[in-house]
């Protein structure tokens, strides 16, 4: 934390860039043997401690030459400094997968331990890594993803790895490819209704873990929609809405089903749940509207008058919220 | 010399995962503590702590039918009988406003994931305050709660448009009420009752959303379900079980005062 700190200080001018880097690297190697020491402790394998140390100073040492590089050159002048921070957080996010992958296969080399591929790239013992550089980087996924829903899913993964790490493992799969999902669907524009399906399901699939017995689902998709493209980011808010208003605060809970069709040119994607239902007095919805108010002003832009959400109340009870646009296939 | 019975705890979490991880943990930091149940929910977190009395309930905030803090406000209203009122820990994931005002109130709060360390520290906090002190019947839970939860509970809140007249139906037409000659309100199901001297009329908002639009000196919260018109209290009686009930000008039905309020209605 403290070289992430340091990252953003004013720019010292008076001192060379090599020196800079210098210190940074020093600091960087006492952090990682720090992390090592501590990774160690935590999985109890203390005899694994030298080639731990290795192996984190490798991933460090990359990790900070790509963004220290970048911020020496790059960020150290101040008036550019503000249009490059959220290209360098994108970078920053970007950085902890390839250091970490790269820093193995160096600190294999080192060890002469066998080096790993990208096939079998993360193995088992990386998910827990990966689990606690997700905590680290919560920060800067907090403007994309409500912090009550990761924390909770956090909150559960702990209690798994205990009780059940099989499912667990199932469960950090589909986390991994919702926060995969949600985080390149703000920088792509279009996307496959498969991937949107996906992404839906991980969704779905994280929170029947949480809910148990109370939340079942059914995504129907059929093979000739799975390459059709859409707007990213459509499907999802409706998804979570079902949950978060219909599902969650209902003390039976209930089920959810995504379906997509096809008629006359046009693709409809229906999402439905038998949960609480839509508000009586629909003034002051707070939260639900947000979505579906977004979701209206996006497809008004791209569509005008082809394209519509509907939300109207589903029998016997909850919410059929429907989503009609032109049918695009690539 | 009998053998003390053993502390029972009721754990209050609507996700089975985190409920039975909660429940490992404590059995881990405090192996004599004797888990009672699991409630699924708010209301069944208030049934189970009626039913089985605990002297600890660990409450999560964030729960289907009602959430924890509600829970807890209508378990200290309903709570009777010679047990002491539990301790409570609020389990919350995230949420800044709870927190902070957990903070200012200092009740025992922990954050999810709950770690052995910190559910120790609050295990520790616990057992202080059930150990009843010298010269103390022991177990003030409730009062201690009232403390705490008068902080949480909304007080006067962002100053909203005052209301001045109230319209309410009755049948065909539209009955002006001046605000000053409202009684009190109460909630009732979907509606508000308007009770004022001139008789009953319903309106269609709920009391979270009028109290902000009442003044604040001369119109309070005294439980869950009812604002009363501090000028038209006459007087307020406590029955043996220490009830506490008001009486009110022009009007021959009485309200009861929760605990969390009593506090408006002590002698000076």
Redesign the interface.
Known sequence: MTTLARLFQPAGSCRPRLRRFADDLGLTIIVCAWFAVLITLVNGKTYQLYDQMVYSIAIGVIALAILDGVRLTVLDDPARRRRWLLPFAVLLVATAPFAHFCGIVIGSLILGNPVPDLSSYPSRGDKGMILFALLAQLRLLQAQIE??M???T???L???I??DPQQASRMLDHLIQYLRATLSATRAETTTLAQEFEAAEAYLGLMA??????LSYRCTLPPDLRGARLPAMLLQPLVENAIIHGL????D?GTVTVEASARAGLLEICVSDTGLGLP??PAPAKGSGVGVTTTRERLQVLYGARAALTLVPAQPHGVLARLTLPLETA | MNPTPPIRALIAEDEPILAATLAATLRRVWPDLEIAGTAPNGVAAVQQALDLRPDILFLDIKMPGQTGLEAAQELAERWDGPRPFPQIVFVTAYDDYAVQAFEQAAVDYVMKPVSDARLARTVERIKARLAPAPGQAGGDGLAHLVEQMRALLPTAAAPAERLTVIRAAVGNIIRMIPVQDVAYFQALDKYVNVASSEGDALIRLSLKDLLPQLDADQFRQISRGAIVNMRHVTSASRDDAGKLTLHLRDRVDTLRVSPLFAHLFRQM
């Open positions: 912090p009550h990761l924390f909770n956090l909150a559960n702990q209690g798994l205990a009780i873990i949480r809910m148990g017995a109370r969650e605060p209902k003390i809970g009586e007095t």
